[in-house]
């Protein structure tokens, strides 16, 4: 009888051992949490010096996370929501559902950065991926002018798609609005996310689609193809500062505070180039093959509080002229 | 004192049913109308999403009633091994998932399907399903089998006579017979299937692309999982509300919404049969078939791959179904028991209604008090069983008002209380009805892709969501295995409730 109830109050015991290990839930977009994706190997890490579980939820994609965590509001179980942008980070702070991240890192980005409360995890220069033997194009008036046919992503629930209208915004101006309806022709469909827009170009669906200048090191490390290229504008190229912070109400503010920091140590940055296919934000090495890739002529970023302004016209614009 | 007990437990769960559908539909709405940001208008984007919703279901339901009309000819003048078959294959689509039959039509019209490989081979450019195409092509793929079963009813309601008066008179049958029926028939078939799909969503999800074929229900979730724009979303759905009750009202003076009738197997012998006729029923046959054919071939051998989430979705799918099941017949059984026209007209409502404004509606509700991703299924629940009701009312209605005519009387003499009445008398005799309804409502619901969509995470996640996603990520063979199984659960729980009502107290 008493070795019973020994054995009862051990297993209690370890029971409530088990279900005291914290468990870290991040917010994020779908291709990050896949399993070639950085999700994996992030969470191996992280899990190896937290004592936690480290949980990645994927939400479509970037920009519908923002939507997402605003439909929960401040119930939600996120502790981290991770895959913004800097054309998102405005609206963000502006729900207050984000609390400061206190970390201090050595960033490498092609942009200065102080914001206290978003803290960036990787970037990259927004691109047209293709073939390498696609006649190509270095202007949005070229592609729209060519028989080209492209995916692109829906800006409203993908950071990629919203960043290409800050990037025909940036690089025409007043001009935008007529260079999308000019490219309506072009455009074979508008995916919700990245995940779908790049599957249907891999599929042959189209001649390019929208992505990062990134991209072809995946088909020349992970496949050994050096067929993919991306184009370069003119213009230049509009980046990407992807970004991440911590939930106001986190139920677990020690162990978010640790993943933040986490996010630029060598644990989390060097996962990034081969799984994320981005640019890392400090000072890692990269892999062979990022020295093979198009370099933008220059690098264009509307500041976050330009880009909040503009965002809601640029839509409308974008959806006026592509439903005609 | 019996009497009055009766009449009680007749008209309470009644009316308890009628506000309840009454809060699901203009409580809702309500709730949405609240908060709409009138003020605000709409944008350019929005009416092209109304014009889009608007057009595309008028183009839908023209296609698919032209098309019906030579099928369904062919069907009322031959006689042939398998007929009986192909009217039964006619009435498959109404319990389908639609993602099924989505990526189904991908297999056979997509980039790498069957028709584009054809095309190839004879040097003809690709042509891509995505878009406003893709759209009327899945909403045809779901009506026609529809169209031609109305239009079948229609044929077949010419008496015989009527056929060999015209013969002996050497009349021409199309212009004295078959016409005018066509212009008796044609408008209901046209407005049923223009209804059906004003309120489309899952297809325009996966075949729109983009803001050219976006409908207003993807537009309302859209502005929710998008853009969290809620006065947006409310006022779209207040122009979805207007939309389908202006096409329902005009549908409810023009027709009956009646889609099972029985007869079908009453042929004339016909003289005047053309060889086009089989070419009408091979083409609708294979148009049928094809895609799902191509399911089975693509999904079974990735059945053993499928992950532990997809069979959890499923599981979350069949307590889904289960539940929204109980309350349908719970909800259809009372309305039935009172019976009358305010009864019927509510049993009806939920026909205009669209899934997405309920859902719209109940998150406003819940929203300040709840996560509503924690209320994502009970909330489905609710939906599917609402949606579900207008078709279990209609097999119901009429069974129980039959029992109460033929059994009332004597139920009084015996003074038989109300639940003895319940279950010695009207149970056993609505078995047939009440199974049948069951099956449908099982199907329906484990099927759906509507409002789950909106607040659903993973962690929520039915089996047309996941395999939703797993397109999207382009894993085609396992969205196939999923595909597999979720046309197995929808068919299959139709077949099961169906045949548990073999074997009914009157049919002996």
Not at chain 1, 256 to 275: H, K, L, R, S, W
Not at chain 1, 281 to 300: H, I, N
Not at chain 2, 71 to 80: C, D, G, H, K, S
Not at chain 2, 95 to 101: D, K, S
């Amino acid at each position: 009888m008493k070795t019973t109830l020994l054995s009862v109050g051990a297993i209690l015991c370890a029971s409530t051992a088990i279900a005291q290990t914290p468990t870290l839930n991040v917010l994020t977009y779908d291709s990050f949490t896949s399993e070639w994706g950085p999700g994996p190997a992030i969470e191996a890490a992280f899990e190896a010096e937290c004592a936690c579980d480290l949980v990645f939820t994927g939400a479509g994609d970037g920009a519908a996370l923002l939507a997402r965590l605003q439909l929960e509001g401040i119930r939600t179980d996120a502790d981290i929501v991770l895959g913004l942008d800097t054309n998102l980070t405005a609206a963000a702070r502006d729900t207050g559902l984000f609390a400061p991240h206190g970390v201090t890192a050595d960033l490498n980005l092609p942009v200065a950065w102080d914001d206290d409360t978003f803290l960036p995890f990787d970037w990259g220069y927004l691109a047209f991926v293709a073939e390498k033997d696609t006649p190509g194009v270095t202007s949005f008036r070229a592609l729209a002018d060519s028989d080209l046919k492209i995916v692109i992503q829906d800006p409203r629930s993908s950071t990629p798609g919203l960043g290409l209208l800050m990037w025909v915004h940036a690089a025409e101006g007043d001009g935008a609005a007529q260079i999308w309806a000019d490219l309506a022709d072009n455009i074979v469909t508008v995916t919700p996310g990245w995940t779908e827009a790049y599957n249907l170009f891999l599929e042959g669906e189209a001649d390019a689609v929208l992505s990062y200048t990134t991209s072809p090191a995946y088909h020349l490390i992970a496949e050994d193809d050096d067929s993919k290229t991306s184009w370069g504008f003119d213009v230049g190229n509009y980046l990407q500062v992807e970004v991440a912070a911590k939930v106001t109400g986190t139920d677990q503010p020690e162990l978010a505070d640790q993943f933040m920091a986490f996010i630029a140590q060598p644990g989390f940055q060097n996962v990034i180039p081969e799984t994320n296919w981005m640019y890392p934000a400090t000072e890692v090495s990269l892999p062979d093959g990022f020295d093979t890739l198009t370099v933008p002529s220059k690098g264009l970023l509307l500041s976050a509080q330009d880009a909040a302004d503009v965002r809601d016209a640029l839509v409308e614009t974008w959806r006026a002229a592509l439903s005609q | 004192m019996a009497r009055r007990a009766v009449a009680i437990i007749r008209s309470l769960p009644a009316w308890l049913t009628a506000a309840l559908v009454l809060a699901l539909t203009l409580g809702t709405l309500a709730a949405v109308a609240w908060r709409a940001e009138v003020g605000r208008g709409l944008s350019a984007g929005d009416w092209s999403a109304i014009r889009f919703t608007v057009l595309q279901a008028a183009a839908s339901a023209v296609v698919s009633v032209v098309l019906a009309i030579p099928v369904a000819r062919a069907l009322a003048r031959r006689q042939f091994r398998g007929r009986g078959a192909l009217v039964m294959l006619l009435g498959a689509p109404f319990i389908l998932p639609v993602i099924v039959a989505v990526l189904g039509l991908l297999a056979v019209f997509g980039r790498g399907g069957l028709l584009n490989v054809g095309l190839g081979a004879v040097g003809v450019a690709p042509v891509s399903i995505y878009g406003a195409g893709g759209v009327v092509l899945a909403h045809v793929f779901f009506n026609l089998p529809l169209a031609v079963r109305l239009i079948l009813q229609g044929w077949l309601s010419i008496p015989a006579e009527r056929f060999r008066l015209a013969a002996q008179l050497n009349a021409p049958l199309w212009r004295v017979l078959e016409l005018p029926m066509l212009a008796r028939h044609m408008p209901g078939a046209l407005l049923v299937v223009f209804l059906i799909c004003l309120t489309s969503f899952a297809v325009a999800l996966t075949l729109g692309g983009g803001p050219r074929a976006t409908t207003v229900e993807l537009a309302i979730w859209q502005a929710i999982r998008f853009d969290f724009d809620l006065g947006r979303a409310a006022l779209l759905a207040c122009v979805q509300f207007a939309l389908c009750a202006m096409a329902a009202l005009v549908a409810w003076h023009i027709t009956p919404l009646d889609g099972f009738g029985s007869g079908l197997d009453r042929t004339v012998a016909r003289w005047d049969q053309s060889r086009w006729d089989w070419v009408w029923l091979i083409l609708v046959t294979l148009f049928l078939v094809l895609p799902l054919a191509m399911i089975l071939w693509r999904g079974v051998p990735s059945l053993p791959d499928l992950g532990l989430d997809i069979y959890r979705a499923a599981g979350r799918s069949v307590l889904v179904a289960l539940a929204a099941t109980a309350l349908t017949l719970g909800a259809a059984l009372s309305l039935s028991l009172r019976g009358g026209l305010l009864v019927g007209m509510i049993g009806a409502l939920p026909l205009a209604a669209s899934a997405l404004v309920m859902g719209t509606g109940l998150f406003l509700m819940v929203f300040p008090f709840v996560n509503p991703v924690t209320v994502a299924l009970p909330v489905t629940v609710c939906v599917n069983a609402f949606m579900a009701l207008p078709f279990a009312l209609r097999l119901l209605s009429p069974t129980v008002a039959d029992i109460r005519a033929d059994y009332g009387r004597l139920a009084a003499n015996l003074a038989l209380g109300p639940w003895a009445t319940l279950r010695l008398i009207i149970l056993p005799r609505v078995r047939k009805s009440l199974s049948f309804a069951a099956g449908l409502t099982m199907a329906l619901s484990i099927g759906d892709l509507g409002v789950v969509a909106l607040f659903a995470t993973p962690a929520q996640e039915t089996l047309p969501l996941a395999m939703y996603r797993l397109m999207g990520a382009y894993r085609m063979d396992a969205a196939a295995g999923a595909a597999v199984l979720l046309l197995f659960l929808a068919l299959g729980a139709f077949w099961v409730c169906d045949s548990r009502g073999q074997g009914d107290a009157d049919a002996g």
